[in-house]
């Protein structure tokens, strides 16, 4: 990548993540960005194009939660200064691999590139899912007492990563293959997703 670009990335693009809530800050994109790397390297695919998606993958949050999968792709597609690294065939997939990573999505994703960030962005840790449901549930439910924030949470990990969740994995990987069945686990014993659930919920309480 040139060195400029990734100059760009890095002053322009990734610190607007430190306005977004707590699960999803610089710390956030940095992981993705790795995540995305480590997957393409069995694949055919352009290296720096991966790189930039993964920058710009969460940047719609800057408009709005709720359609930032499509926000995010269209302030790629539109950014002026992808515009000389870029051709517009190369935005449009990246454009599209944006739009496509959003774990909600029912379709599979159009390109390489958009299974590639949908994949690195599931990231299924066990303690790193609980960590940024119990984030987000304290950023948007801040006078929830305990008990609200840990049934927020469970109903979440279950609607999203459990047995029958919405969660689609698009590349076979064993790290989120692996993840995922320690999520099911989990899921059956309360005891212990509690006990996890409220040490996240008491290290970040007042973070908020």
């Known amino acids: 990548m040139e060195k400029s670009l990734l ?10 993540y430190r306005h977004f809530d707590q699960a999803h800050q610089m710390d956030h994109v940095e992981t993705i960005i790795i995540n995305s790397l480590e997957i393409a390297k069995d694949y055919d695919v352009n290296m720096d194009m991966v790189y930039v998606i993964a920058c710009f993958h969460d940047i719609g949050i800057k408009f ?13 597609y539109e950014d002026e200064e992808l ?9 449009t997939i990246m454009k599209e691999a944006v739009e ?23 990231d299924i840790d066990p303690d790193i899912v609980i ?11 801040p006078k929830l007492e305990f008990e609200g924030h840990y049934q927020r949470a469970y109903d979440h990990i279950k609607e999203k990563y459990g047995p029958s969740g919405y969660l689609k994995l698009w590349l076979e990987t064993k790290k989120n293959r692996e993840g995922l069945n320690q999520i099911h686990q989990l899921l059956k014993n309360e005891n212990e997703i509690k006990s996890l659930i409220f040490h996240h919920y ?3 309480k007042n973070k908020v």
């Open 64 to 76: 709005g939660r709720s359609d930032h999968h499509l926000t995010g792709g269209l302030f790629l």
């Open 202 to 204: 008491q290290n970040n």
């Open 100 to 122: 496509d990573h959003r774990a909600s999505n029912e379709h599979e994703p159009r390109s390489i590139y958009g299974k590639i960030i949908a994949e690195a962005d599931r």
């Open 83 to 91: 515009k000389k690294y870029f051709t517009k065939e190369e935005r």
């Open 7 to 16: 100059t760009y990335l890095y002053q322009q693009i990734i610190p607007i």
């Open 131 to 141: 960590l940024r449901t119990v984030q987000y549930s304290l950023k948007h439910y």
